[in-house]
């Protein structure tokens, strides 16, 4: 039986950068993963999504192009180029972490991994199954894909955020259940493309515990750019006919019948717990597991991160539980102090947020004052074509930084000066008192800090 140090049990964004940092630290580490490395995130998620998102977006660039004086024409666009050109991004970047898994001295073994004991995994591979040991483990098996009651997967007609990114085709028109990230997301990438695009969300505003106001401006954009967004809906049912969808659709109370070629569900997941079932260890009602100040599970020495710990399901939040979890194996850290998890959702134009909303802020019992700065008076966003969006600070009385939501291009990008000022405890005063470059988008930053001090110089302050 050969043994480890530690033993992470997962590839994805939060087992992978475990493991690296380990090595530098110079523990013995073996990964398992049963799939590929880089897990949901980079083989079928975040990465694969925002390369094809990033193409799609080449359909607003050339309009925009075209009304600066550019004179070209764009005849569609080849989709098995656009697949390759996916492919690629994801294989360059899985190469990648193989390089640096060797560089860090990092053992890896594909297959199926099964905590034994609270030191012993087993590894099913081709029918032969191996066993290691190690002083520490460390899970980070994420969540799966589930079907929604009466909706199963037949992977053709009803498909999956996988089915979708495969791109076999491109449906003339589309149903997409759930106004999440994944679902907003795939609704833009497939409408630029030419499909015609329907949202059906259960609830009564797209992406559910974003921030509200800039929820609606987004709606708005989606609905103005062809995608029809129907809240407070659902599906109720659905027959297949001549090769088309025949789907019910109840649509504030009324029950309607409509013909898709496609219906892509992006709402489900559960805990993958197939590594750790038998072992019990603590979890909630949902299957998560319940870990400690120090991420430890029930079991000392079994460590768990990433999504299989519970919401938010986000991949940075995996990389950074991954690596506090190898400093604190190491010795090097005594706790984890869970820093703000921003959420970016890639739609055109981009929603990125850090805090609390308003209405949390209000919730908590904050006296609640708000900054804000429109996309449209900014000298750098209309030389760019980019007027549709907002920046939103809340704050309280004293000026403390609550939350920073931004709905405009490049929010994920300008929304990391909001996560370090909220993170390090600086005030909205302080923002509003940096010098930031002209022209530049950062500026809109700056001035709904001086709005939130009724100053700002280019939006009136009311």
Known sequence: MKKYDVIVIGAGPGGYPCAIRLGQLKKKVLVVEAKLLGGLCLNWGCIPTKALSYAAEMV???EKAKRMGFDFTVNGFDLDKMRGWKELVVKRLRTGIEYLFKSNGVDWKHGRSRIIS??????????????FEAENIVIATGTEVIALPGLDFDHKYIIDTDDALELADIPEKLLVVGAGASGLEMA?????LGSKVTVVEIMKQILPGMESELCEQLCKILTKSGIDVFLDSQ???YSLKDDSLQISIEKQGEVVEETYDKMLVTVGRRPSSTAFGGLGLDVDKKGYLQVDGCLRTSKRNIYAIGDIVGPPLLAHKAT???????ELVAGIRKIYVQSVVPSCVFTIPPLSSVGFTEKE???KGCKVVIGRFPYRASGKAVSMGETDGLVKIVGDEAG???????????SPSLIGEAILAIDKGLNVGEI???IHPHPTLTEAMQEAAENFYKRAIHTANR
């Open 60 to 62: 607003d660039h050339f």
């Open 118 to 131: 609270e030191h012993g995994v087993a590894v099913e591979q081709d029918g032969e199954t191996e066993t």
């Open 188 to 192: 833009t990438i497939y409408s630029r």
């Open 235 to 237: 599906v109720k049912g």
């Open 320 to 326: 950074k539980q991954g690596t506090v979890v190898a």
């Open 361 to 363: 802020a209000i919730e």
């Open 400 to 410: 403390k930084l609550l939350g920073v939501h931004i709905l405009g291009a490049e």
């Open 432 to 434: 509003a008192e940096s």
